[in-house]
């Protein structure tokens, strides 16, 4: 599907709103509506359980506004963190150099020569707005994971090889912040930061590079690649980084992350804070600073890769009554489905059909679950379809008789009754998150 496509099907179906639409929108943000905001607790929630699922792992939230401190030793407020900007001298739009072969002005002005553009946001804390109350908003989360990588040692006593997991917002003032919800300047990342012995690190490179891209496969996600990203275009603190990249469709553009940071980080930290952050290995009896394997990613990037690979049109029509139109089916991932099941009355006006369906729809009111009595059956369908209902549930005449149901499968379209009493489990069983 094209991209005007995919945006306006996010909007017409409650995926993603412009922010501040009535004023005119606001600077690349996003709002979450009611599916949007379904699928995003689904693909976290997914990431979060398979991170723990057989590893050694554990959770952290840290603060958004840290002391400036940390955004030094990290190196974000030198150039590690700055993007060059030229500007055309004719229409004045700024762009970042390394994408300007896609982007180069329409006016074919001339451009200034690069400038330094820190993509850290400012902000200030408490009444006085001078330099000594300035911070910033985090620029990624995995700072707050090395600050507190003693804590979460000395609370767990977990030993080394082991992982600490976040989800949370991180703000960049990106230069051109484009294509839809791909690069925005207000984002959540799920990052996860892998703490080995440094002469483990590159067997876990390999390990969680794998991992990552296991899951997009299980995920459903077809065209990805991987790419080494060579010395000169890696991140400062990347000793080794490998782009999972996915094609949208405006090309092949980075997804994921995969960072070799060997001791970049806690050094840093330790030096700047005058703290000792090496780890004391009790088994190897030494003592270093473990290096680091992070896994990256943007949650409303994937969720923009689920929507580009899960949104099919289907020619001809797939219900009786539509054989000529096109259709579209959301198939995305069950997992990830912001409704599991729709259940639908086969007719709306005879009493006993109507209260059956409302009790299966109360039975199963502990999964996402809507109820829809609107429209022919086709269009019910359809409308589910759209919005990537795995199973829709009919009532009927006969299930007042037997106590069964018709159960619809999104993608297959095949039909099976069910007992009215087996319902709750073939959905724990169907829609279990990690098995
Ligand atoms: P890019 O080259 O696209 O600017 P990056 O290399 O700076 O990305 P990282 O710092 O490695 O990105 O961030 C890790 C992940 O966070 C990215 O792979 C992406 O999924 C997500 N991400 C980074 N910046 C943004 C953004 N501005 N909007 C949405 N997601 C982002």
């Not at 911070?135 to 090395?146: D, N, V």
């Not at 390999?206 to 996600?221: H, P």
């Not at 689920?306 to 797939?318: A, H, T, W």
Request: proline share 3%; charged share 30%.
């Amino acid at each position: 599907m094209e991209l005007s496509e995919i945006i306006s099907f996010s909007k017409k179906n409650g995926f993603v709103f412009p922010s501040s639409e009535i004023y005119g929108g606001f600077s690349s943000c996003y709002d979450f509506g009611p599916l949007g905001v379904e699928l995003k607790r689904n693909i976290k929630n997914y990431w979060w359980q398979k991170m723990f699922q057989r590893n050694n792992m554990a959770g952290l939230d840290s603060a958004i506004l840290m002391n400036p401190a940390v955004w030094q030793a990290s190196g974000h407020l030198t150039s590690g963190f700055a993007d060059e900007l030229v500007e055309c001298k004719k229409c004045h739009h700024r762009f970042r150099k390394d994408h300007i072969k896609g982007e180069c002005p329409d006016c074919k002005g001339k451009l200034t020569s690069p400038q330094q553009f820190n993509l850290m946001m400012k902000t200030f804390v408490g009444p006085v707005e001078d330099k000594t109350a300035q911070t910033f908003l985090r620029a990624e989360t995995c700072q707050g994971i090395y600050l507190n990588f003693q804590n979460v040692l000395q609370s767990t006593r977990k030993k080394v090889p082991f992982g600490i997991a976040q989800i949370g917002k991180s703000f960049r003032n990106e230069i051109t912040p484009k294509n839809f919800i791909f690069r925005t300047r207000e984002f959540e990342q799920m990052e996860m930061q892998w703490f080995c012995h440094p002469k483990e690190a590159e067997k876990f490179f390999d390990f969680w590079l794998q991992q990552r891209l296991d899951w997009y496969k299980e995920l459903g996600i077809k065209d990805l690649r991987t790419v080494e990203i060579p010395e000169k275009e890696r991140a400062h603190y990347a000793k080794k980084q490998v782009d999972i990249e996915y094609k949208f469709p405006f090309g092949w553009k980075e997804l994921e992350g995969i960072h070799y940071r060997g001791d970049w980080d806690l050094s840093n930290h330790a030096k700047h804070s005058k703290k000792d952050l090496r780890y004391h290995d009790q088994e190897r009896k030494e003592k270093y600073f473990p290096h680091i394997i992070e896994t990256s990613v943007g949650v409303e990037r994937l969720f923009f890769t689920i929507l580009c690979s899960s949104l099919k049109e289907v020619e001809g029509g797939r219900s009786e009554k539509s054989k000529k139109e096109k259709e579209i089916v959301l198939k995305i991932n069950k997992k990830l489905a912001p409704f599991k099941a729709a259940v639908f009355p086969l007719v709306k006006n005879k009493d006993k059909v109507v209260k059956k369906a409302k009790e299966v729809f109360q039975l199963l009111n502990n999964f996402s679950v809507y109820y829809d009595e609107t429209g022919s059956i086709g269009k019910r369908y359809r409308r589910a379809d759209q919005v990537g209902v795995f199973w829709t549930i009919t009532i009927d005449f006969d299930s007042l008789e037997d106590n069964t149901v018709t159960i619809r499968n999104r993608d297959t379209m095949e039909q099976k009754r069910v007992k009215i009493k087996d319902l709750k489990e073939c959905f724990t069983k169907e829609f279990l998150l990690t098995d």
